[in-house]
């Protein structure tokens, strides 16, 4: 993958200096984890809809994009993607296999 120094608006409108190789299944699914996280407690809206926020959260952790560039071009806090970051790893480590199951498959 190329690396930019410009921005670039991707089809579903994330801005960020390079386009993500990311699947369409993969962003959905995230995007339902988080869909179903804000039903759950009770969120009633977002700066950004849920796609856009595991659009946002796998650039932070798979492209090791920085929270500051991401939000200014997407009109959020820097704060605001960060917190979105802790919040989707603390889901997917609850979808996660706990240590101790994971080593006795292992062994």
């Given at each position: 993958m190329k690396k930019s120094n410009y921005t670039v608006e991707g089809s579903d409108g994330l801005v960020c200096t390079a386009r993500l190789p990311r699947s369409s299944a993969t962003l959905n699914w995230l995007a339902d984890l988080v869909r179903g996280q804000l039903e759950k407690i009770g969120s009633r809206w977002r700066t950004l809809p849920a796609r856009k926020i595991a659009a946002l959260v796998l650039a932070v952790l798979c492209c090791d994009q920085r929270p500051g560039d991401l939000a200014g071009g997407n009109g959020v806090h820097r704060t605001t993607v960060t917190r979105w970051v802790?919040?989707?790893?603390?889901?997917?480590?609850?979808r996660g296999p706990h240590l101790?199951?994971?080593l006795k498959k292992i062994t």
């Open positions: 802790r919040e989707v790893v603390g889901l997917l480590a609850t101790d199951r994971a």
